[in-house]
């Protein structure tokens, strides 16, 4: 960043770094003993689809390695999901599967294209959370949806509390963005 950029408050932007996601099951203890929240073992990744043979190529390729463990959706966004089923009591597999997935894209020059993975837990009263990567952003946050478009902030907050020291949390919670309806959640 040069002085101009200073003087003028722009800042750079962080640099997105997918190996974080590695630190999502110890986290995932973390939250459970903070919050009782467990893993479902359901997790996904958000990015828009590019038109070309390349990228239909390589998301061909993603869906052959993952095999029956992952569902294809679109949502009204104009971005696609990649929906990874796993056993809850696995996080480290399932995580090992979403790098797997953001790298591919990364790796083949679609990195521009990934928004968010997120990792799903719910506990027996039926509250949920998703634990969201934002790629441009190399952050995480928590999002816990209630009915009708509501969030539970009060568990967003425990569940930041919980995390800190665990992941890189993203500080601006103007950046903490719904994602309603994201597979998995």
Not at 107 to 134: E, H, K, M, Q, T
Request: proline share 7%; hydrophobic share 40%.
């Amino acid at each position: 960043m040069g002085w101009l950029d200073a003087l003028l408050g722009r800042s750079k932007p962080a640099k997105p770094n997918l190996d974080a996601l590695f630190a999502l099951p110890s986290a995932a203890v973390t939250l459970q003993a903070a919050t009782g929240l467990v893993p479902t073992g359901l997790g996904s990744v958000s990015f828009r689809a590019a038109e070309g043979g390349a990228f239909a190529t390589l998301e061909r390729d993603v869906k052959a390695l993952l095999g029956e463990r992952v569902e294809e959706s679109d949502d009204g966004y104009g971005y696609t999901w990649l929906l990874v089923r796993r056993s809850p009591d696995d996080v480290s597999d399932l995580v090992t599967e979403l790098h797997a997935v953001n790298s591919s894209l990364e790796s083949a020059g679609f990195g521009p294209s990934l928004l968010c993975s997120l990792v799903s837990f719910a506990d027996p009263d039926g509250r949920r959370l998703a634990v969201v990567y934002l790629y441009k952003r190399g952050t995480f946050y928590p999002f816990a949806p209630l009915p009708g478009q509501r969030r539970d902030n009060a568990l967003e907050l425990q569940a930041r509390g919980a995390l800190e020291g665990e992941l890189p949390l993203e500080s601006d919670l103007s950046r903490w963005f719904p994602v309603w309806g994201a597979p998995g959640l």
